[in-house]
């Protein structure tokens, strides 16, 4: 009886720690969509607030709602691992465009404003492989 109660104890506690160890990376998913839409608002405000060209804001507005919308679905418990997946491929294909187009502004100034979006998405990217157990790069094995 003992050694059955002993049994239970131990599996309970694994159970515990695994299911632990899920809400942690579920947390820190959370968090880092969080931070990723804070910055994208932000840069989409500077944007508006310094007059930048039409086609710059619209792109940091369209950054930010996808940002939303990842954060929502990353909190909304019915959520599975592949709408999860399915969003967060929608705001990398978001972010990278942004990339590109700061890449191409040439200017310091793009650059500093980007740069807490680009701290924030990778932040992100790398629980999104931590989730996913993956540890590999998505420029070497095409991910993006």
């Known amino acids: 009886m003992a050694k059955m109660r002993s049994g239970l104890l131990m599996f309970a506690t694994v159970g515990l ?8 990376t579920g947390g820190n998913l959370t968090s880092s ?8 608002y932000a840069l989409h405000e500077e944007a508006r607030e310094d007059g930048a060209r039409s086609g710059f804001r619209r792109d940091a507005r369209e950054l930010a709602e996808e940002a939303r919308e990842f954060r929502r679905t990353v909190e909304d ?7 999860v997946r399915d969003a967060f491929n929608d705001v ?9 187009e700061v890449d191409r502004s040439d200017g310091r100034e793009a650059e500093r404003e980007f740069a807490p979006v680009t701290e924030a ?7 999104m492989r931590s ?7 998505r420029y070497v094995s095409g991910d993006y």
């Not at 418990?77 to 709408?83: K, T």
């Not at 989730?131 to 790069?137: L, S, V």
Request: glycine share 8%; aromatic share 4%.
């Open 131 to 137: 989730r996913d157990g993956r540890g590999r790069n």
């Open 121 to 127: 998405y990778l932040d992100l990217e790398r629980e």
């Open 92 to 100: 990398s294909r978001r972010y990278h465009a942004m990339r590109d």
């Open 33 to 40: 969509a969080k931070r990723l839409e804070r910055s994208a």
């Open 77 to 83: 418990r019915r959520s599975s691992d592949e709408d």
């Open 17 to 24: 720690m695994a299911l632990g160890g899920c809400a942690t």
